[in-house]
């Protein structure tokens, strides 16, 4: 049976812990999964755990006692075997011998690497001599809501005994490092019995004998501080003073956003493209609604993970609801003096606070913005991070609350925010990531995406780095496209590119998922393949439309969307090397195929001064993989040629001057080429075909 609990979610399965057997890194790890798992306990890439074990030392056979932890950069909820680090706890306990004092503690950080027992490990985090100090078998650090709402009340220490009595120490606000595990050392040799430690402004430490009885004491400790919040919130008023501001309802919240979510991703992206994310949840609603936003807001954020992804304070939008119906100029001109006051205050607070050998100072534009009325924002390099940091601002909310509940938020001082957000072993860790790919950034929306050609853009896009927009008038085709895809960067839409309602709906759904869009590639398409006497009306139409009409459908709705961002972009056209050469039995779709060629020029031409690129594509003879090539067209194109249409792709693969059979992925790739290593590049057509001389346009 399962303890229950109110505040937390106990999900210890007995069954599954004995399935380790006697294993304790893998129990350690189940552990480490399980409170990862809750974002009220810690959020992504938050917190440490670790245990203590006997080992057989590999080049003595003696037995030693090793400590494992979660390695730099990890994350508890996926935590795996490979992201761990092993280390002698002797000497660890042995680095106190080599600690010259506070202003040489970042020395610390390169002597870990001594200590290290499995030579496989993962880089050890500046968290590991904290684990390493403390006596215990399994350790868990964290930063869970409520108990951060007590590390940053101004009464953090008294409201830590009124909860716990003796059976939590409290130790002041320090930043992470090897000092800091001495004052935990110190606060457990004073208080002997202790249960767990409160690191004010920062998290909490548990510790058991056990990975069951430490998790269990973990959750008890976060419980117990829960309850005393709910409690006092009962007999309290609003922790936030109340609503300022009604709550609008969803649908006009969601039409807000999707109107200038486009305008701050051009203004954030002033360093580099931003990928948006926007919330509304309950807490957020309620933070942005309240009387005092403008007060606490501006305070920054207390615990170290939230303004490491948050930045030190979000920026507030000065405006109304009906503001989102003002128009782009209206809306730039309104915003851009918040946007050159924000960034004037973060460069005031580099400058102030820059030591010596600072690092220079990074995009000093906001992460988190908050829109009252509306909800939040965050802009970040990637769609994950940008998740991740409303994930923490959220969690950040809730500690203020808390600590409103409790007696009165307060957050680090100004200069100890600095040290963190800008100390030297964060920028080791930012210059160690992995190289960004090419589209890292970049938002693409690409129609036919569950066809072979359309379906082989959109995976090269997403495989280089860009969020995704899958777009297709038959749903299960992009189910079955999309099924090993990431969630978080791909995002499927049905559309059906004839409709302009559908085209507007997806753009919008596009803005509201990234926060707007770089690059549309019109894939979707259909092939008539007929003599004059048979093709019909309803055949002409039907191309015109798909192909044609599609195509004007979305430069239009999109070009909005990138004239609001400012950013310039990309509009690639797939058409066809049946636009340019003339054949039998192929009136309806090669004008159709022309009329795209034309109207992509036309475009080039309008959009050009606004930095957006138009481009065509002209694939021939891609048999294998394609839609269009199962049916009447393959017949229809057989019977022109007079050869049955099993022996298509011997046919189009020997009748180009390189004798190659073309694929979707050719296609993509010349996609790619055009919407990343050809940046100056727009009214240009790119032949995949294999050389067809009959379609060379030069």
């Not at 949840?281 to 936003?293: D, G, P, T």
């Not at 915003?335 to 000093?364: I, N, T, W």
């Not at 049946?578 to 109207?599: C, R, W």
């Not at 296609?667 to 001389?693: E, H, R, Y």
Request: charged share 20%; glycine share 10%; proline share 5%.
């Amino acid at each position: 049976m399962l303890r229950k609990y109110q505040h937390v979610d106990y999900l210890w399965d007995d069954r599954k812990a004995e399935s380790f057997g006697n294993n304790q890194i893998a129990l350690f790890l189940y552990r480490s999964n399980l409170l990862g798992r809750d974002v009220r306990i810690t959020n992504y890439g938050g917190g440490n755990t670790s245990c203590k074990l006997w080992e057989i030392d590999p080049m003595t056979g003696d037995m030693v006692e090793v400590m494992w932890i979660k390695g730099s950069g990890g994350d508890l909820g996926t935590l795996t075997r490979s992201g761990i680090a092993g280390l002698y706890c002797n000497r660890l306990q042995g680095l106190k011998r080599m600690y010259k004092g506070k202003q040489h503690e970042d020395d610390m950080v390169g002597l870990l690497s001594h200590c290290l027992f499995d030579t496989n490990s993962k880089s050890p985090s500046i968290d590991t001599p904290l684990h390493g100090l403390l006596p215990f078998k399994h350790i868990d650090h964290l930063h869970p809501d409520a108990v951060i709402a007590v590390a940053a009340s101004r009464d953090s220490e008294r409201i830590t005994k009124e909860i716990w009595g003796g059976k939590l120490g409290w130790v002041p606000w320090q930043r992470p490092g090897f000092d800091l595990a001495l004052q935990l050392e110190k606060c457990l040799l004073s208080q002997p019995g202790i249960q767990g430690m409160v690191l004010a402004g920062h998290g909490l430490f548990t510790w058991g004998e056990t990975s069951k009885s430490c998790y269990e004491n973990s959750l008890q400790i976060i419980e117990q501080a829960a309850q005393y919040l709910m409690n006092k919130q009962v007999s309290a008023k609003s922790a936030f003073g109340g609503a300022k501001l009604g709550l609008l309802d969803a649908t006009q919240r969601h039409t807000a956003a999707m109107q200038v979510m486009p305008i701050l991703r051009g203004f954030c992206s002033a360093a580099r493209h931003m990928v948006g994310h926007f919330d509304d949840n309950a807490s957020v609603m309620e933070f942005v609604n309240s009387h005092k936003l403008p007060h606490l807001a501006p305070m920054g954020t207390s615990c170290p993970d939230h303004f490491l992804r948050t930045k030190i304070a979000p920026m507030i939008l000065p405006l109304d609801i009906e503001d989102a119906d003002a128009g782009t100029t209206a809306l730039n001109e309104k915003l851009l003096p918040v946007f050159e006051g924000y960034r004037r205050e973060y460069e005031a607070y580099y400058h102030q606070c820059k030591h010596g050998d600072s690092p220079p100072m990074r995009d000093p534009n906001p992460v988190v913005i908050l829109w009252p009325g509306v909800g939040m924002f965050t802009f970040a390099k990637d769609k994950h991070t940008a998740q991740v940091a409303a994930q923490f601002y959220t969690n950040a909310i809730n500690v203020m609350r808390g600590a409103e509940i409790l007696s009165n938020y307060t957050s680090l001082p100004r200069q100890e925010a600095f040290d963190i957000e800008y100390w030297l072993l964060e920028e080791a860790k930012l210059q160690r990531m992995p190289k960004e790919k090419p589209l890292t950034g970049k938002i693409a929306l690409v129609t036919g995406a569950g066809g072979g050609l359309g379906g082989a853009v959109a995976k090269k896009f997403q495989d280089e780095g860009a969020c995704v927009v899958w777009c297709d008038h038959v749903e299960e085709r992009l189910h079955a496209s999309m099924a090993a895809l990431n969630p978080l960067t791909n995002k499927m839409l049905p559309m059906d590119v004839t409709s302009e309602v559908d085209v507007l709906e997806a753009i919008r759904q596009a803005v509201l998922a990234f926060g707007g869009i770089d690059i549309v590639v019109h894939a979707a398409g259909l092939a008539i393949s007929k003599p004059l006497e048979e093709h019909t009306e309803a055949d002409w139409e039907l191309l015109q439309d798909v192909l044609v009409k599609g195509q004007f459908f979305l430069a239009k709705h999109a070009s909005d969307i990138l004239n609001k961002q400012g950013l310039g972009g990309d509009i690639v056209c797939i058409a066809s090397k049946n636009g340019l050469v003339a054949g039998p039995n192929n009136v309806g779709y090669g004008t159709a195929k022309a009329a795209q060629q034309h109207m992509a020029r036309l475009l080039a031409a309008e959009l050009g001064p606004k930095k957006v690129r138009v481009n065509t594509i002209n694939p021939d003879g891609i048999i294998l993989g394609s839609k269009i090539w199962e049916g009447a067209w393959a017949e229809g194109r057989a019977r022109a040629y007079g050869i049955t249409v099993n022996e298509l792709p011997e046919f189009y693969a020997k009748r180009n001057l390189m004798s190659e059979i073309i694929r979707p992925e050719d296609v993509a790739n010349a996609a790619f080429a055009l919407v990343s290593l050809l940046s100056k590049t727009t009214g240009n057509s790119i032949n995949v075909d294999g050389g067809m001389a009959p379609a060379f346009t030069r």
